[in-house]
DNA sequence: TGTAATTCTCTTAGAAACTAAGCTAATTCC
DNA sequence: GGAATTAGCTTAGTTTCTAAGAGAATTACA
């Protein structure tokens, strides 16, 4: 039917432009979180990736953020003097350092006092989704998480321009 | 009941962190993406911006970014000396730069040829839910977008550390 | 109308973060 | 044991940002 099948299109083509918009936005609000905290944005992605991963070789970091491993050292060395990251040797292998985020309390009230208004609001805006609808969308945004890390695998790295 | 809302609760808790780290990758990759095509993070975000809205005074790009209009200044110049925006004067207003995405058909190439794998795989993915299904995401995102624009626009800005 | 205040962009100087290259120390591979 | 590799740090130089301010155009008001 080439009704529905128009209709499905626009479904798609909506979504679609949502998405780009959604993305954006959350680009510009982290940085303005992490500069609201006093970090820069490179700082809160890695601070952010360590609260979830527990303790990794400051390497990991830069893999996983495309910087070098010499910015890596500046990040946790700010990171480090501001109280928010701990080093310490890898008993394992004693090349590496191994980082961990640390719970500094006044940094911790000062996010969630941040993200406070947003974490309201947000369970307002759920209240209106049935646990069948919150699963939908839990399972759309996983997969899309997953074709992410996939892609972003793929991508070779130019470097420099 | 106490275990349907126990159930609840998990679903919520589940959805924050897929949303978290979706969040999180997609600052990555689009950070990736940008640099593939010669572009910082920042000069992208408003190359995307300029794409939606057409002509608007530089200005407007300090204030949704959030940087000074110097450095908005260098991220317009920098962009079309690489053939990416036009600026011009604005007819009714002579103080204004309007500035505009300009259509450089070999970036354009770049840039499809990076999403072409994305669009594709995503293509796929959505395959997989029905109309409504899809309806209840867009909605959700929609939403969601509004509640970001709406704090992002209360946040004070601390700017300097 | 004429003058002052405001608005908008650009320029400049200096600060901060990143890359690239090289270094040291530890580990792994013959 | 010795060579090659790996991990993180250091340094020098580049780029991008902020802060401050200048110039040009517009608006407000007596």
Redesign the interface.
């Known amino acids: 039917m080439a009704l529905s099948s128009r209709?499905?299109e626009q479904?798609?083509e909506?979504?679609?432009q949502?998405?780009?918009?959604?993305?954006?936005?959350?680009?510009?609000?982290?940085?303005?979180i992490a500069?609201?905290i006093?970090l820069t944005?490179t700082e809160f992605?890695c601070l952010?990736?360590l609260q979830?991963t527990g303790p990794v070789p400051a390497g990991h970091l830069a893999k996983?953020?495309?910087l070098t491993s010499g910015a890596i050292s500046g990040v946790c060395a700010r990171l480090e003097r501001a109280g928010f990251l701990r080093r310490r040797a890898d008993p394992a292998d004693r090349r590496r350092t191994l980082v961990e985020a640390q719970e500094d309390e006044a940094a911790m009230a000062q996010t969630i006092a941040l993200y406070g208004?947003?974490s309201r609001?947000?369970?307002k805006?759920?209240s209106h989704?049935s646990?069948e609808?919150?699963?939908?969308?839990?399972r759309?945004?996983?997969?899309?998480?997953a074709?992410?890390?996939?892609?972003?695998g793929?991508?070779s790295?130019?470097?420099s321009?």
Not at 18 to 32: P, Y
Not at 140 to 145: D, F, P, Q, V
Not at 147 to 152: H, K, V
């Open positions: 209709k499905r479904i798609i909506h979504l679609n949502v998405q780009q918009q959604v993305g954006n936005r959350t680009v510009l609000f982290t940085h303005a500069n609201h006093g944005a992605e952010d990736f979830h996983l953020t495309g208004p947003l609001e947000w369970h805006l759920i989704y646990n609808e919150l699963q939908i969308i839990t759309y945004l996983e997969e899309s998480h074709l992410i890390d996939r892609l972003a793929q991508m790295r130019p470097k321009r």
